[in-house]
């Protein structure tokens, strides 16, 4: 069973079009990251949510936001997708410190 | 600055020919390291983690270790459906939070 989901499996945007991707999780985990990871690269944290603060990674462009309403969701939102913003977006959960990450699927965006 | 390297990038291997994925790092104060499978189009699958030098987890034919500068990821006759990538991660005491830093992974081809 899928304990963190994500949606859509696959994006199409436009050059500077906002889109947003969702993450959801069944497993209460208080902790929840954004990665990005492009072709034959290492996953990229964009920012974290530990219950409701928000922290930043210090080069995540400003094009990057992200909203949490509650335990279970959380939100990517790209403002301008960019060419260089096409990647896959990793949501992943983490109940403490010290545990692993659960990670979704992922959301595949790509950009015309 | 905290690193994480993967070698070698691609790793061929024939049914039952055992080999090793290495991981170096560097991190100023090791929390913890955790290996990652990850199949194409999907998210990271949790294998193992790691949190002190001469700990060895196992499971099927997957072995790993950890030294104080590197952790080893031992296949042990491995079959095509092992074929995968491999992502080391780290999380060191400096880092807000349990942010990991991935390294870019081993791509593992198992032919029959």
């Known amino acids: 069973d899928a304990m963190v989901i994500q949606n859509p499996r696959y994006q199409v945007t436009q050059f500077g079009k906002p889109v947003t991707l969702s993450c959801s999780q069944t497993l209460n985990h208080n902790v929840m990251y954004w990665y990005q990871q492009k072709s034959s690269q290492a996953p990229k944290l964009l920012f974290h949510?530990?219950?409701?603060?928000?922290?930043n990674e210090a080069d995540t462009p400003d094009n990057f936001q992200s909203r949490r309403p509650n335990t279970s969701f959380c939100f990517l939102d790209i403002r301008s997708p960019g060419l260089g913003d096409a990647a896959m977006y990793l949501c992943?959960?983490?109940?403490?410190?010290?545990?692993?990450?659960?990670f979704g699927d992922g959301t595949r965006l790509s950009i015309l | 600055e905290d690193q994480v390297t993967q070698s070698p990038e691609a790793l061929r291997l024939q049914e039952g020919e055992s080999s090793s994925l290495n991981c170096s790092y560097t991190?100023?104060?090791?929390?913890?390291l955790f290996w990652y499978r990850q199949d194409p189009g999907k998210g990271p699958e949790f294998l193992f983690t790691?949190?002190?030098a001469g700990e060895e987890k196992e499971k099927e034919r997957l072995k790993a270790t950890l030294t104080k500068k590197e952790s080893f990821l031992h296949i042990t006759a491995p079959k095509p459906e092992d074929s995968a990538t491999y992502l080391c991660?780290?999380?060191?005491?400096?880092?807000?939070?349990?942010?990991?830093?991935f390294g870019k992974g081993t791509t593992l081809s198992v032919s029959s």
């Open positions: 991190v100023s104060g090791l929390r913890g």
């Open positions: 790691l949190y002190s």
């Open positions: 949510y530990y219950d409701k603060d928000f922290n």
């Open positions: 991660a780290v999380q060191a005491s400096n880092q807000a939070g349990t942010a990991l830093i």
């Open positions: 992943a959960t983490t109940g403490s410190t010290n545990q692993p990450q659960h």
